[in-house]
């Protein structure tokens, strides 16, 4: 036996070799345990993180069509893949530089802006103007005209902008208070657009729709499967007994613009076979008022977005938009909601362009149910939007393919 060793060196070796076997499975083991652990904490952010489409009158600068689009640019949980231009409040060609010039503004060039329709499916500005005076009067009409003066009243704490001395047309492109832009829409039109990236990322995709839903409908008219393939659809539009004093809507409860200015359109997509819709209605948007101490409260911070209201917002009124879309962020906003199935009047008469809607054991062949909104946590709403105006931009998300906004 070499003097070196001793009987009991074999028994020695093969303990250590055990406890070194052992102590390595350990270590493995919090390897594991640690990149478990790391995936479960990130999966929550990685599950929030949703993506989404904007359909929007872009008409500006600041204004409700602006601050919705900045609240799902700013926030943290969603993922904008486009931005898609309709015309409603103004003309589509002036609305897109608004849009342009925001995303500049705020550093969110990255995210592409496509045009889509200039004129609805079938209502003409020459129609309505004709048969005002056997329908009456609305008013707001958008892009073709002023308020009537004959409208009177507005809601306590409200202001608007002044209107234009003279009303622009379709192909106008008046200069921008707050600069040209510099970047170009994409050449891809809205409606392939939102096909393209629905097919691209299917059942992942919410078409957020503040505007009228003309680019939508025309969408669904070239591909009727788009709407299953998406996740959902958000949609601001539509009234159904808002409890309120203003001109607008007090002896008109079933009248909302963006339903109205193009009725087949909305006919079109709420019978689409989306996996869920969700309506901000007028009866929940009027109770969420845009006020002067919201506004001093984001224009403290120096960041973009808050630095690009403080210069830019010139409307106190109502948060239509931008409670669709902070809804759409946080679903607990919203207090109640009225499951219905709707429709809208394309009857040409005085009711077209008015919502319908019906409960299940009554409804018309054909509809889709809906989640109309009706009720919402002010405070919660109020606190969201003040949070994601003050913040700075986040990053946008450069690996998924979108296509950009090129010079």
């Known amino acids: 036996m070499p003097a070196s060793s001793t009987p009991y060196d074999?028994?020695?070796?093969?303990?250590?070799?055990?406890?070194?076997r052992v102590r390595v499975r350990r270590a493995y083991c919090r390897l594991i345990l640690f990149?478990?652990?790391?995936?479960?904490?990130?999966?929550?952010?990685?599950?929030?993180?949703?993506?989404?489409?904007?359909?929007?009158?872009?008409?500006?600068?600041?204004?409700?069509?602006?601050?919705?689009m900045m609240a799902l640019l700013q926030s943290p949980r969603a993922e904008v893949l486009g931005i898609m231009v309709v015309t409603g409040n103004a003309w589509r060609d002036d609305e897109a530089r608004h849009a342009l010039r925001m995303l500049e503004l705020i550093g969110r060039t990255d995210v592409p802006v496509a045009l889509g329709a200039v004129f609805p499916l079938v209502r003409t500005q020459e129609e309505t103007?004709?048969?005002?005076?056997?329908?009456?009067?609305?008013?707001?009409?958008?892009?073709?005209?002023?308020?009537?003066?004959?409208?009177?009243?507005?809601?306590?704490?409200?202001?608007?902008?002044?209107a234009p001395a003279v009303m622009p047309g379709p192909w106008d492109t008046p200069p921008l208070p707050e600069g040209e832009p510099h970047t170009k829409p994409i050449a891809e039109d809205a409606a392939h657009f939102l096909i393209r990236q629905v097919h691209a990322h299917p059942h992942e995709v919410t078409v957020y729709a503040a505007g009228p839903l003309t680019n939508i409908a025309t969408a669904i008219s070239i591909d009727p499967h788009l709407a299953e393939l998406a996740r959902g659809l958000v949609v601001m539009g539509g009234s159904l007994n808002p409890q309120t004093d203003d001109p607008e809507f007090a002896t008109s409860p079933?009248?909302?613009?963006?339903?109205?200015?193009?009725?087949?359109?909305?006919?079109?997509?709420?019978?689409?076979?989306?996996?869920?819709?969700?309506?901000?209605?007028v009866d929940v948007s009027i109770k969420a008022m845009f006020t002067e101490d919201m506004l001093a409260e984001i224009s403290k911070s120096p960041n973009p977005a808050a630095q690009y209201i403080a210069k830019n917002s010139q409307e106190r009124y109502y948060l239509w938009d931008e409670l669709a879309a902070c809804a759409w962020l946080d679903p607990g906003i919203i207090t109640q909601d009225r499951e219905l199935y709707m429709d809208v009047d394309v009857s040409h008469g005085p009711a077209y362009g008015e919502t319908l809607t019906w409960s299940a054991a009554l409804k018309p062949v054909g509809l889709r149910l809906v989640h109309a909104q009706v009720d919402l946590d002010l405070p919660r709403f109020r606190n969201l939007f003040i949070e994601l105006m003050s913040a700075p931009m986040p990053r946008g998300g450069a690996a998924l393919e979108r296509g950009s906004a090129r010079p």
């Not at 074999?10 to 070194?20: C, K, M, T, V, Y």
């Not at 478990?36 to 600068?61: E, F, M, N, Y």
């Open 254 to 281: 079933r009248h909302e613009f963006n339903f109205w200015f193009d009725p087949e359109a909305a006919r079109i997509t709420l019978r689409a076979h989306w996996p869920r819709i969700d309506v901000t209605t």
């Open 129 to 162: 103007r004709l048969m005002t005076p056997l329908v009456g009067q609305v008013a707001w009409l958008g892009a073709w005209g002023r308020k009537p003066a004959t409208v009177t009243g507005a809601p306590a704490g409200s202001a608007e902008p002044p």
């Open 10 to 20: 074999s028994p020695a070796r093969g303990f250590l070799a055990q406890a070194e």
């Open 35 to 68: 990149v478990l652990l790391a995936a479960g904490t990130a999966a929550p952010g990685i599950a929030q993180k949703r993506l989404v489409i904007i359909d929007q009158d872009t008409s500006g600068p600041g204004g409700s069509n602006i601050m919705s």
